[in-house]
T-cell receptor, first 113, second 113 residues
Framework: ETGVTQSPTHLIKTRGQQVTLRCSSQ?????VSWYQQALGQGPQFIFQ???????GRGNFPPRFSGLQFPNYSSELNVNALELDDSALYLC????????????FGQGTRLTVV | AQSVTQLGSHVSVSEGALVLLRCNYS??????LFWYVQYPNQGLQLLLK??????LVKGINGFEAEFKKSETSFHLTKPSAHMSDAAEYFC???????????FGAGTRLTVKP
């Protein structure tokens, strides 16, 4: 079985632009969560998707949005990028039916200049 | 709402010495507790988890943690540190459905030869 994969691994964007990050969940996992990890800090919960619907959200503004597709893969979209959005973005997947713990991808390092 | 506090942002030990990383949690419901390790420029790897049952939990790489409800603690220990243990360690808490996982700020472990 494959693990959680994220793309791209690194990218650089300009303030005000929009970005889309992608995540392929581990095989059989139907729930995907996204986290933002700023340098030197712990991951902060952005939101969670289950069966293509958002079913949990942390303290992030609406310009952070997401999608989950029928194959359980997911996207994180961030509009109107700000310098403080520079961070490692982590995706985690799990199987809600089996109530497994979350398995994390390697992350996407976003730099906003 | 759930939260965790990790005491000590940096811990330094000598190779072969005891490793003790401290974590206290706050939760209004019975918690699930986790320890993750993160190596530079990588995602999070699960070390161990407490859900229900035995309060002493053994994980990978010789680590273990004990859930103490009376002290709201879940400290991570390893009897003998190895150079390869140098990394960032995160304590996390979620509800019993593995939803809304909250992380601590992390503890950087340095192992001196």
């Amino acid at each position: 079985e494959t693990g959680v994969t994220q793309s791209p691994t690194h990218l650089i964007k300009t303030r005000g632009q929009q970005v889309t990050l992608r995540c392929s969940s581990q095989s059989g996992h139907n729930t995907v969560s996204w986290y933002q990890q700023a340098l030197g800090q712990g991951p902060q919960f952005i939101f969670q998707y289950y069966r293509e619907e958002e079913n949990g959200r942390g303290n992030f503004p609406p310009r952070f949005s997401g999608l989950q597709f029928p194959n359980y893969s997911s996207e994180l979209n961030v509009n109107a990028l700000e310098l403080d959005d520079s961070a490692l973005y982590l995706c985690a997947s799990r199987d809600s039916a089996m109530n497994t713990e979350a398995f994390f991808g390697q992350g996407t390092r976003l730099t906003v200049v | 709402a759930q939260s965790v506090t990790q005491l000590g942002s940096h811990v330094s030990v000598s190779e072969g010495a005891l490793v003790l990383l401290r974590c206290n949690y706050s939760s209004s419901v019975p918690p699930y507790l986790f320890w993750y390790v993160q190596y530079p420029n990588q995602g999070l790897q699960l070390l161990l988890k407490y859900t229900t049952g035995a309060t002493l939990v053994k994980g990978i790489n010789g680590f273990e943690a004990e859930f103490k409800k009376s002290e709201t603690s879940f400290h991570l220990t390893k009897p003998s540190a190895h150079m390869s243990d140098a990394a960032e360690y995160f304590c996390a808490v979620s509800d019993m459905n593995n939803n809304d996982m909250r992380f601590g700020a992390g503890t950087r472990l340095t192992v001196k030869p």
